[in-house]
């Protein structure tokens, strides 16, 4: 098996360590064909990518690839900011872009309701939620996909426990990839099986923030191999995926 890309790495245009060009130069040298560029989301109130820097990141990567020969992807991890499925990108931010990550993040901009409900049972109680918090989690995700583009669910379950089974179904039905995360891993042996089973797509990344470490997926293989995991059924691993933006429809 192998990795031809990465499409969860971040930069210094959020709290990543280096540059869009240093990321495509380390992608290059671990002999992947694609990555993507996916800084926080604009809500985020530590990390989040400046809505100002669109177009220069855009240049930046297309500068990247004529140099590295590294396809590039523009995209964005946006925050999950409320019960309601809401994300911190809008219509006219999404044209932009080429790829929609989405996943649980702390310290996100959103309303008062949403914090007391959403954000503050998580983060007080860790993964050891009660189940109405968790049904009102698997809720959020489920509204969200129905709303947005979402390609790649990032780190699912980290800090946010949720109903796999029922978020894995939408999943399928909307063709958005569940990542299987280089460093955040929540998933019990249960519900890795039970997706696998269901046929779920998946998609191994790095969510590099240094750019050595882009590609660099081991602890992630580890669980594909621990868990049997199809190649048919992960993304990037022998084949390149296609996203929503280039699907035909």
């Known amino acids: 098996m192998k990795l031809l890309g990465d499409y969860h790495t971040h930069t210094i245009c959020s709290h990543g360590k280096g540059t869009i060009l240093q990321n495509a130069i380390s992608a290059k040298e671990q002999g992947l064909k694609e990555i993507a560029i996916t800084d926080h989301g604009f809500g985020h109130v530590f990390f989040g990518v ?48 080429d790829i929609l990550l989405m996943g649980h993040h702390r310290f996100v901009k959103c309303r008062f309701l949403d914090m007391f409900r959403l954000f503050l ?27 947005y583009p979402i390609d790649i669910l990032t780190h699912l379950c980290y800090e946010m426990p949720v109903d796999v089974k029922r978020v894995a179904e939408k999943a399928i039905e909307k063709g958005t990839y569940i990542e299987i995360n280089e460093h955040k891993m929540c998933f019990t042996e249960s519900e890795i099986k039970t997706m696998i089973d269901m046929g779920v797509k998946f998609i191994v990344d790095s969510d590099a923030h240094y750019p050595h470490k882009v590609g660099k997926v081991d602890s ?30």
């Open 50 to 97: 400046k809505r100002k820097k669109i177009d220069e990141i855009r240049q930046k990567i297309t500068e990247a690839e004529k140099e590295t020969g590294v396809k590039i992807f523009f995209g964005v991890e946006a925050n999950l900011t409320s019960c309601g499925g809401d994300v911190d990108i809008t219509k006219d931010e999404l044209k932009k872009i």
């Open 121 to 147: 049972p998580n983060m007080i109680f860790r993964g050891k939620v009660s189940k109405k918090v968790k049904e009102r989690n698997t809720q959020a995700i489920l509204k969200a996909l129905d709303k």
């Open 220 to 249: 992630a293989m580890s669980v594909v191999e621990k868990y049997n995991i199809p190649v048919a059924q992960i993304a990037n691993m022998d084949k390149l995926p296609i996203f929503k933006k280039y699907r035909k429809e």
